[in-house]
């Protein structure tokens, strides 16, 4: 019993503390005052600036013209390590060929597994911008340029490039490798794990846990890869700065593309300690690209209610075309008879992922503070199923018809993080499966018996015709209260069937642990990260491409 007693309260302690997980609420319970679209629209205040890219066109500028003026060759490129100042694991090299080819490149490994190669894409020509990335941190790195001809002859030149010493916040995280097996590793030619953390600096490793990618500009929470192989990385103007609200379209060479920014006066803090939180975000956990473009984001709207709210914000003007407001679609009882945290704010849903459905234009969302993954119908905002361990006698009658109900021994979600849909197997219309990472914490509807003794990866089977669900996959259980995180985590199903799985807030966030394993449940790689600074844990972490086939690095074209 004192055991248990000691558990209890420690656990609760720490809930009190942390990043937007407090179950210590005031007495005064929320209005069910709501605010209109157009409310919300002006609150948030999304605009497209020119900020960031502006500062970077001199730059710029100087590239394109030793493009045109093409006096480097093969044999003796320009090269031009960290070349916008913030990737410094990553160069830039020009060069010019007297018949037209493509080219491709190769950092050497310190290892097996450990070497990148890309392909840079783009058209033949004779003027070659090769983004090089994947450098070793204050090492002399040997890279090859490899040369194909359009008349079917090659060559090749081996340059070296060397690099400076890691920032403090990455040089003093403590990397630990416990296992690898790289033949069964999920590592192709050029993919790295990368680590986002909840804020500083977001950085990549190799299957040895050598730092071989980061970017200097602080993230929260958001780093997501686009279509055309850039990525969105939520950041500040700089490092001292409290808020977080400048959306930055980037690439690995650290060329600002896009940026978005958000209004100052409408924010809130992710921590649960909000009265004392000196950092502030509106989109605060996730963001998702549209098959248009768009961007569909998590925010908060302004009001007393927090991380409840979805807008999508066009990526031609910045504006914001939509707004999905949750307090709109599920039941007032839920927000209104929740209590607020200290900071005076309702965090009744908290909703902490957004993933789009192409097959039937649907969202998927999980929201933490309701142990609750839900499936929403994107052109009308019609609930298409919802799935929490709230009985479904206790539902108003007309949404007990989309309650999924679950399989023996499926298990029920408690404060769960990442939902993400899988590859569509069957072809079937009516079903899905999604993945997502259980901190297995009862927040408000979780498991009470298995709260806080476990965290795991799971895999649902989604019948949305028999409206049931089926617990298919599972891993984590195993492993116990040592792997327990009652916030922050991550899931993801890689190429080869193994799945990446983010233990981040392990050992009440003094590490983050993260496994690979393969469908059997064999981990093939255990990474673990001593953190070296306060909310420097893995939020998630990524097994990621660097750099995409869809990417294209091309200064001349100065409004790509």
């Known amino acids: 019993m004192r055991k248990y007693l000691l558990f209890a309260t420690t656990f609760f302690a720490a809930f009190l503390l942390l990043v937007g997980c407090s179950q210590k609420k005031e007495q005064s319970t929320s209005s069910t005052k709501l605010l209109?679209?157009?409310?919300?629209?002006?609150?948030?205040?999304?605009?497209?600036?020119?900020?960031?890219?502006?500062?970077?066109?001199?730059?710029?500028?100087?590239?394109?013209?030793?493009?045109?003026?093409?006096?480097?060759?093969?044999?003796?490129?320009?090269?031009?390590?960290?070349?916008?100042?913030?990737?410094?694991?990553?160069a830039l090299v020009i060069f010019?060929?007297?018949?037209?080819?493509?080219?491709?490149?190769?950092v050497k490994g310190k290892s097996d597994g450990t070497s990148i190669t890309n392909?840079?894409?783009?058209?033949?020509?004779?003027?070659?911008?090769?983004?090089?990335?994947?450098?070793?941190?204050?090492?002399?790195?040997?890279?090859?340029?490899?040369?194909?001809?359009?008349?079917?002859?090659?060559?090749?030149?081996?340059?070296?490039?060397?690099?400076?010493?890691?920032?403090?916040?990455?040089?003093?995280?403590?990397?630990?490798?416990?296992?690898?097996?790289?033949?069964?590793?999920?590592?192709?030619?050029?993919?790295?794990?990368?680590?986002?953390?909840?804020?500083?600096?977001?950085?990549?490793?190799?299957?040895?846990?050598?730092?071989?990618?980061?970017?200097?500009?602080?993230?929260?929470?958001?780093?997501?890869?686009?279509?055309?192989?850039?990525?969105?990385?939520?950041t500040k103007k700089n490092v001292n700065d409290p808020v977080y609200n400048d959306l930055v379209e980037t690439d690995y060479l650290g060329r600002v593309y896009k940026e978005y920014n958000f209004s100052n006066k409408t924010k809130s803090s992710d921590s649960a300690n909000s009265a004392k939180a000196t950092e502030t975000t509106l989109i605060h956990h996730d963001i998702v690209e549209l098959p248009n473009h768009d961007l569909l984001a998590t925010v908060s709207d302004g009001s007393e209610y927090k991380e409840d709210v979805m807008v999508t914000i066009s990526h031609k003007t910045g504006k914001i075309?939509?707004?999905?407001?949750?307090?709109?679609?599920?039941?007032?009882?839920?927000?209104?008879?929740?209590?607020?945290?200290?900071?005076?704010?309702?965090?009744?849903?908290?909703?902490?992922?957004?993933?789009?459905?192409?097959?039937?234009?649907?969202?998927?969302?999980?929201?933490?503070?309701?142990?609750?993954?839900?499936?929403?119908?994107?052109?009308?905002?019609?609930i298409k199923w919802i799935y929490?361990?709230?009985?479904?006698?206790?539902?108003?009658?007309?949404?007990?018809?989309?309650?999924?109900?679950?399989?023996?021994?499926?298990?029920?979600?408690?404060?769960?993080?990442?939902?993400?849909?899988l590859n569509d197997e069957n072809g079937n219309p009516d079903s899905e499966d999604v993945l997502l990472y259980d901190n297995n914490v009862n927040v408000t509807n979780g498991d009470k018996k298995t709260s806080g003794k476990y965290s795991q990866a799971v895999q649902y089977h989604i019948d949305a015709k028999k409206m049931t669900i089926d617990q298919t996959w599972a891993y984590g259980k195993k492993l116990g209260k040592s792997n327990f995180t009652y916030i922050i985590g991550n899931a993801q199903r890689l190429a080869n069937g193994n799945t990446l799985i983010d233990f981040g807030y392990k050992n009440d966030g003094k590490e983050s642990n993260v496994i690979e394993v393969t469908p059997e449940g064999k981990q093939v790689f255990n990474l673990t990260v001593a953190n070296s600074a306060s909310k420097a844990y893995a939020y998630r972490a990524y097994r990621m491409n660097f750099y995409s086939d869809k990417y294209e690095f091309n200064v001349i074209d100065d409004n790509e």
């Open 36 to 90: 209109t679209t157009a409310q919300i629209k002006k609150n948030v205040g999304s605009k497209l600036v020119t900020t960031r890219q502006d500062d970077q066109r001199k730059t710029t500028e100087k590239y394109q013209e030793i493009v045109e003026e093409g006096d480097y060759s093969l044999d003796d490129p320009y090269i031009k390590v960290d070349p916008y100042g913030v990737t410094p694991l990553s």
């Open 96 to 106: 010019t060929t007297d018949k037209q080819a493509k080219v491709s490149y190769t």
């Open 119 to 234: 392909q840079v894409n783009g058209d033949y020509s004779m003027t070659h911008q090769v983004p090089v990335v994947g450098l070793y941190a204050n090492y002399n790195n040997e890279v090859t340029i490899n040369v194909s001809y359009q008349d079917g002859t090659t060559a090749s030149s081996t340059i070296h490039i060397k690099t400076g010493s890691l920032p403090k916040y990455i040089k003093n995280a403590k990397i630990t490798i416990s296992k690898k097996d790289k033949s069964k590793m999920n590592l192709g030619d050029n993919q790295l794990t990368l680590l986002d953390r909840t804020t500083k600096e977001p950085f990549a490793v190799d299957a040895d846990g050598e730092v071989r990618w980061y970017i200097t500009d602080y993230s929260q929470h958001t780093f997501e890869e686009l279509s055309n192989g850039h990525v969105l990385i939520l």
């Open 321 to 382: 075309v939509k707004v999905i407001d949750l307090k709109k679609l599920l039941p007032n009882s839920l927000y209104k008879n929740f209590k607020k945290g200290s900071d005076g704010k309702n965090d009744w849903f908290h909703q902490n992922s957004v993933e789009y459905d192409k097959n039937d234009n649907s969202i998927l969302i999980s929201g933490r503070d309701q142990d609750m993954i839900m499936k929403i119908d994107y052109k009308t905002n019609e």
């Open 388 to 421: 929490s361990g709230k009985p479904k006698s206790s539902w108003p009658k007309k949404y007990r018809s989309k309650i999924l109900t679950p399989t023996k021994g499926t298990s029920i979600t408690g404060g769960q993080h990442a939902l993400t849909l």
